[in-house]
């Protein structure tokens, strides 16, 4: 949150990914509304953030990224990309479990 902090704007930035674990889960050493990562970017400017909700699979979070960001490359807008990308994994045989697609959402705007 420090590192964030001390950014002075992403005014310009239309989405910030982040595949890690737990990146929209609020830190309960703090106060307020922006308490978390995700939240942190769209206050410093950026219009959406895709963001996990608990500890993610590395294999599944990759096979999902990559689906996102090709949904994207194709035209796509955001919740569509990820939206989609979560479909195709819950119709996979290996990541049909939603342990593995349905951690991530997106915050902001969704366009």
């Given at each position: 949150?420090?590192?964030?902090?001390?950014?002075?704007?992403?005014?310009?930035?239309?989405?910030?990914v982040l595949s890690a674990c737990n990146t929209a889960i609020n830190d309960e050493k703090l106060e307020g509304w922006i308490n978390n990562p995700a939240k942190a970017f769209l206050r410093k400017g950026a219009k959406?953030?895709?963001?996990?909700?608990?500890?993610?699979?590395?294999?599944?979070?990759?096979?999902?990224?990559?689906?996102?960001?090709?949904?994207?490359?194709?035209?796509?807008?955001?919740?569509?990309?990820?939206?989609?990308?979560?479909?195709?994994?819950?119709?996979?045989?290996?990541?049909?479990?939603?342990?593995?697609?349905?951690?991530?959402?997106?915050?902001?705007?969704?366009?």
């Open positions: 949150m420090n590192e964030i902090n001390r950014i002075r704007t992403l005014r310009n930035c239309q989405l910030i959406t953030a895709i963001a996990s909700l608990w500890a993610v699979d590395d294999a599944a979070t990759g096979e999902l990224m990559n689906r996102f960001y090709k949904n994207l490359l194709d035209g796509q807008n955001k919740i569509e990309a990820i939206t989609n990308a979560q479909r195709d994994l819950m119709k996979s045989e290996k990541f049909s479990h939603p342990y593995y697609w349905a951690a991530f959402e997106l915050i902001g705007q969704w366009k």
